[in-house]
Structures are given as structure tokens and as C-alpha cells.
């Protein structure tokens, strides 16, 4: 499998256990992130690596049974130093409706890491 594709899943299940079940090592998820990490929510809101780390920190089991699936990975275009790839991201919460959303990544190659440098996230209707 492709790495990145590869990347994409891992990350998501550490983030789901990080997320719905407050566990998982927080600095390992946290080192997933490059130190200029941005992002755009599905909100608008745009985040940096330290709003990211807050996050996690204040969310961590917050949101009981949460689960996430990762769907139609595809790579979008690769260089030398990493690759952005487009996927589907569906959360599920009991009791509520399922969300999805279109992502968007930027991945890097730092040795023989990939770390997240950017995500643009778009709520699917």
C-alpha cells in the first residue's frame, strides 16, 4: 500500500481512539503534525499546530463510541519530498446523525517519516 494512503488510515484510527475512547499515546498522535501545521474545518475555522495540540489535549475521550472511516483515498499528485491526497471522512457518534466531509492533505516526507502539513476539510451536503 502506498504510504501515505497508509498514513491517512493510521492517523484517523489514532485520532479515533485519541477522540472516542481517550486512549492512545497524545505525543504520539501530536508528532503526526509538522510544527507549521494548518488546517481548515469544515466550519471555516482555520487552525494551527498549537490550536491542533489543544485540541487534542482538551478532547481527548470527549466523544464517546465516536467512529471514523476513511473512504476513496486518492492521490492527487507525488514529489521527491511528499504528495497530496483527496479522501471521504465519515464520523458517526451513537445516537446522532453520521457527518461526512471531503478532505484534502498536504503530506511530507521528513527521513523516513510523513508528517501532516496541511488539511482542508469541506463538508459534504
Request: some cysteine; aromatic content about 8%; proline content about 2%.
Amino acid at each position: 500500500m502506498n504510504p501515505y494512503i497508509s498514513e491517512i488510515i493510521d492517523a484517523h484510527i489514532a485520532i479515533e481512539n485519541c477522540l472516542g475512547q481517550g486512549e492512545g499515546d497524545q505525543d504520539a498522535l501530536l508528532s503526526r503534525f509538522s510544527s507549521d501545521f494548518t488546517m481548515v474545518a469544515p466550519s471555516g475555522v482555520s487552525f494551527d499546530y498549537a490550536t491542533l495540540c489543544n485540541f487534542f489535549q482538551t478532547q481527548r475521550g470527549s466523544r464517546a463510541g465516536l467512529k471514523i472511516v476513511v473512504e476513496n483515498i486518492e492521490l492527487v499528485a507525488e514529489w521527491s519530498e511528499g504528495a497530496a491526497l483527496r479522501y471521504t471522512e465519515k464520523q458517526t457518534l451513537p445516537g446522532q446523525a453520521t457527518t461526512s466531509r471531503w478532505s484534502t492533505v498536504i503530506l511530507q516526507r521528513q527521513g523516513e517519516t510523513i508528517i501532516w502539513r496541511h488539511l482542508h476539510e469541506t463538508a459534504q451536503a
